[in-house]
T-cell receptor, first 113, second 113 residues
Protein backbone atom coordinates (compact mmCIF):
# COMPACT_ATOMS: atom_id res chain seq x y z
CA UNK A 1 0.00 0.00 0.00
CA UNK A 2 1.13 3.52 -0.77
CA UNK A 3 2.57 5.53 2.12
CA UNK A 4 0.90 8.79 1.03
CA UNK A 5 -2.57 8.60 -0.48
CA UNK A 6 -4.76 11.30 -1.94
CA UNK A 7 -8.46 11.30 -2.68
CA UNK A 8 -9.99 11.88 -5.09
CA UNK A 9 -7.48 11.27 -7.89
CA UNK A 10 -9.52 13.28 -10.36
CA UNK A 11 -12.24 15.84 -9.79
CA UNK A 12 -14.32 18.07 -12.02
CA UNK A 13 -16.27 20.84 -10.35
CA UNK A 14 -17.99 24.09 -11.23
CA UNK A 15 -17.08 27.64 -10.39
CA UNK A 16 -18.29 28.62 -6.93
CA UNK A 17 -18.48 25.09 -5.53
CA UNK A 18 -16.70 24.08 -2.33
CA UNK A 19 -14.49 21.06 -2.60
CA UNK A 20 -12.12 19.19 -0.34
CA UNK A 21 -9.02 17.22 -1.26
CA UNK A 22 -7.83 14.71 1.28
CA UNK A 23 -4.41 13.35 2.11
CA UNK A 24 -3.49 10.48 4.41
CA UNK A 25 -0.09 9.09 5.30
CA UNK A 26 1.19 6.01 7.07
CA UNK A 27 4.80 7.14 7.39
CA UNK A 28 4.37 8.53 10.88
CA UNK A 29 5.68 11.91 9.79
CA UNK A 30 4.77 15.10 11.60
CA UNK A 31 5.26 17.47 8.68
CA UNK A 32 2.76 17.66 5.83
CA UNK A 33 2.52 19.94 2.81
CA UNK A 34 0.13 20.86 0.02
CA UNK A 35 1.49 21.94 -3.36
CA UNK A 36 -0.04 22.79 -6.69
CA UNK A 37 1.65 22.05 -9.99
CA UNK A 38 1.08 24.15 -13.08
CA UNK A 39 2.85 23.69 -16.43
CA UNK A 40 5.99 25.81 -16.59
CA UNK A 41 5.73 26.88 -12.96
CA UNK A 42 6.90 23.80 -11.12
CA UNK A 43 5.39 23.13 -7.71
CA UNK A 44 4.29 25.95 -5.46
CA UNK A 45 3.57 25.57 -1.77
CA UNK A 46 0.02 26.30 -0.64
CA UNK A 47 0.06 25.37 3.06
CA UNK A 48 2.22 23.36 5.41
CA UNK A 49 1.84 21.89 8.85
CA UNK A 50 4.54 20.83 11.29
CA UNK A 51 2.16 19.12 13.66
CA UNK A 52 -1.54 18.94 14.41
CA UNK A 53 -1.55 22.33 16.11
CA UNK A 54 0.72 24.12 13.66
CA UNK A 55 -0.61 25.37 10.30
CA UNK A 56 1.24 27.84 8.10
CA UNK A 57 0.54 29.64 4.87
CA UNK A 58 2.78 28.97 1.92
CA UNK A 59 3.52 30.94 -1.18
CA UNK A 60 0.01 30.87 -2.69
CA UNK A 61 -2.56 30.33 0.08
CA UNK A 62 -5.24 32.78 -1.11
CA UNK A 63 -8.46 30.95 -1.96
CA UNK A 64 -7.46 27.84 -0.02
CA UNK A 65 -7.82 26.57 3.52
CA UNK A 66 -6.55 23.46 5.28
CA UNK A 67 -7.38 21.24 8.20
CA UNK A 68 -5.02 18.90 10.06
CA UNK A 69 -7.43 16.42 11.54
CA UNK A 70 -4.76 14.11 12.90
CA UNK A 71 -1.08 13.45 12.50
CA UNK A 72 -1.88 11.29 9.50
CA UNK A 73 -4.50 13.47 7.78
CA UNK A 74 -4.23 16.85 6.10
CA UNK A 75 -7.08 18.20 3.97
CA UNK A 76 -7.11 21.06 1.50
CA UNK A 77 -10.32 22.98 0.79
CA UNK A 78 -11.29 25.34 -1.95
CA UNK A 79 -14.11 27.37 -0.42
CA UNK A 80 -15.36 28.73 -3.73
CA UNK A 81 -13.56 27.19 -6.66
CA UNK A 82 -12.52 29.33 -9.63
CA UNK A 83 -11.16 28.23 -13.02
CA UNK A 84 -7.59 29.37 -12.33
CA UNK A 85 -7.45 26.81 -9.52
CA UNK A 86 -7.45 24.12 -12.19
CA UNK A 87 -4.19 22.30 -11.51
CA UNK A 88 -2.54 19.14 -10.23
CA UNK A 89 -2.41 19.09 -6.42
CA UNK A 90 0.12 17.14 -4.42
CA UNK A 91 0.34 16.31 -0.77
CA UNK A 92 3.75 15.54 0.74
CA UNK A 93 5.20 14.54 4.11
CA UNK A 94 8.59 14.72 5.76
CA UNK A 95 10.22 13.81 9.03
CA UNK A 96 11.12 16.15 11.87
CA UNK A 97 14.62 17.10 10.86
CA UNK A 98 13.53 19.37 8.04
CA UNK A 99 16.39 18.31 5.87
CA UNK A 100 14.89 14.97 5.08
CA UNK A 101 13.27 13.80 1.91
CA UNK A 102 9.71 14.81 1.17
CA UNK A 103 7.43 11.94 0.15
CA UNK A 104 4.71 12.78 -2.32
CA UNK A 105 1.28 11.37 -2.93
CA UNK A 106 0.10 10.50 -6.45
CA UNK A 107 -1.70 13.80 -6.94
CA UNK A 108 -5.25 15.02 -7.51
CA UNK A 109 -6.09 16.45 -10.91
CA UNK A 110 -8.68 19.19 -10.46
CA UNK A 111 -10.65 20.85 -13.24
CA UNK A 112 -12.81 23.85 -12.39
CA UNK A 113 -15.30 24.73 -15.11
CA UNK B 1 14.24 35.44 -2.26
CA UNK B 2 15.33 31.89 -2.95
CA UNK B 3 14.86 30.61 -6.48
CA UNK B 4 15.77 27.75 -8.79
CA UNK B 5 16.23 28.03 -12.53
CA UNK B 6 16.41 24.99 -14.74
CA UNK B 7 16.56 24.53 -18.47
CA UNK B 8 13.33 24.41 -20.36
CA UNK B 9 12.11 21.26 -21.99
CA UNK B 10 11.18 19.15 -23.55
CA UNK B 11 14.52 17.51 -24.01
CA UNK B 12 14.29 14.72 -26.56
CA UNK B 13 17.04 12.12 -26.71
CA UNK B 14 17.70 8.76 -28.26
CA UNK B 15 18.29 5.76 -26.05
CA UNK B 16 21.89 5.52 -24.78
CA UNK B 17 22.50 9.24 -25.32
CA UNK B 18 24.09 11.47 -22.66
CA UNK B 19 21.71 13.62 -20.65
CA UNK B 20 22.45 16.94 -18.95
CA UNK B 21 19.83 19.12 -17.29
CA UNK B 22 21.14 22.44 -16.05
CA UNK B 23 20.05 23.84 -12.71
CA UNK B 24 21.23 27.03 -11.04
CA UNK B 25 20.01 28.55 -7.81
CA UNK B 26 19.85 31.74 -5.78
CA UNK B 27 19.68 31.38 -2.03
CA UNK B 28 20.77 32.95 1.21
CA UNK B 29 22.92 30.77 3.38
CA UNK B 30 23.92 27.26 2.40
CA UNK B 31 21.04 25.32 0.89
CA UNK B 32 20.62 21.62 0.43
CA UNK B 33 19.95 20.72 -3.19
CA UNK B 34 17.70 18.04 -4.61
CA UNK B 35 16.60 16.44 -7.83
CA UNK B 36 13.11 14.98 -7.86
CA UNK B 37 11.65 12.94 -10.71
CA UNK B 38 8.01 12.62 -11.75
CA UNK B 39 7.15 9.64 -13.91
CA UNK B 40 3.95 9.87 -15.98
CA UNK B 41 0.84 9.74 -13.81
CA UNK B 42 2.78 9.62 -10.56
CA UNK B 43 3.85 11.91 -7.75
CA UNK B 44 7.37 13.21 -7.31
CA UNK B 45 10.07 11.03 -5.81
CA UNK B 46 13.53 11.95 -4.66
CA UNK B 47 16.21 11.05 -7.19
CA UNK B 48 19.30 12.39 -5.40
CA UNK B 49 20.45 15.13 -3.08
CA UNK B 50 23.52 16.97 -1.83
CA UNK B 51 23.73 18.89 1.40
CA UNK B 52 27.02 20.79 1.14
CA UNK B 53 29.40 22.22 -1.40
CA UNK B 54 31.31 19.70 -3.56
CA UNK B 55 29.04 16.84 -2.49
CA UNK B 56 28.00 14.54 -5.29
CA UNK B 57 24.60 12.92 -5.20
CA UNK B 58 24.02 9.79 -7.25
CA UNK B 59 21.26 7.28 -7.87
CA UNK B 60 20.10 5.03 -10.73
CA UNK B 61 23.01 6.17 -12.89
CA UNK B 62 22.23 9.85 -12.39
CA UNK B 63 24.72 12.22 -10.78
CA UNK B 64 24.81 15.85 -9.73
CA UNK B 65 27.56 17.82 -8.00
CA UNK B 66 26.88 20.76 -5.70
CA UNK B 67 28.97 23.62 -7.07
CA UNK B 68 28.90 26.59 -4.72
CA UNK B 69 31.17 28.74 -6.89
CA UNK B 70 28.79 28.55 -9.83
CA UNK B 71 25.62 28.04 -7.73
CA UNK B 72 24.76 25.04 -9.85
CA UNK B 73 23.55 21.46 -9.45
CA UNK B 74 23.41 20.03 -12.96
CA UNK B 75 21.94 16.55 -13.44
CA UNK B 76 23.75 14.08 -15.70
CA UNK B 77 23.34 10.53 -16.89
CA UNK B 78 25.73 8.82 -19.23
CA UNK B 79 23.32 6.54 -21.09
CA UNK B 80 19.60 7.13 -20.85
CA UNK B 81 16.88 4.54 -21.28
CA UNK B 82 13.30 4.87 -22.44
CA UNK B 83 12.28 4.33 -18.82
CA UNK B 84 14.04 7.60 -17.88
CA UNK B 85 11.33 9.56 -19.69
CA UNK B 86 9.91 11.80 -16.98
CA UNK B 87 9.81 15.34 -15.66
CA UNK B 88 12.82 16.29 -13.55
CA UNK B 89 12.65 18.98 -10.88
CA UNK B 90 15.57 20.72 -9.25
CA UNK B 91 14.83 22.04 -5.75
CA UNK B 92 16.52 23.67 -2.79
CA UNK B 93 15.95 23.83 0.93
CA UNK B 94 17.67 26.39 3.14
CA UNK B 95 18.40 26.03 6.82
CA UNK B 96 15.93 28.78 7.64
CA UNK B 97 13.16 27.54 5.33
CA UNK B 98 11.75 25.20 7.99
CA UNK B 99 11.83 22.21 5.71
CA UNK B 100 10.11 23.90 2.78
CA UNK B 101 11.29 23.11 -0.73
CA UNK B 102 11.67 25.69 -3.49
CA UNK B 103 11.21 24.01 -6.87
CA UNK B 104 12.34 24.87 -10.37
CA UNK B 105 9.83 24.77 -13.23
CA UNK B 106 10.70 21.20 -14.20
CA UNK B 107 12.27 19.78 -17.35
CA UNK B 108 10.48 17.14 -19.38
CA UNK B 109 12.77 14.47 -20.81
CA UNK B 110 11.61 12.21 -23.61
CA UNK B 111 13.80 9.24 -24.55
CA UNK B 112 13.02 7.50 -27.81
CA UNK B 113 14.06 3.95 -28.75
Amino acid sequence: DADVTQTPRNRITKTGKRIMLECSQTKGHDRMYWYRQDPGLGLRLIYYSFDVKDINKGEISDGYSVSRQAQAKFSLSLESAIPNQTALYFCATSGLAGQETQYFGPGTRLLVL
Amino acid sequence: GDSVTQMEGPVTLSEEAFLTINCTYTATGYPSLFWYVQYPGEGLQLLLKATKADDKGSNKGFEATYRKETTSFHLEKGSVQVSDSAVYFCALMTTDSWGKLQFGAGTQVVVTP
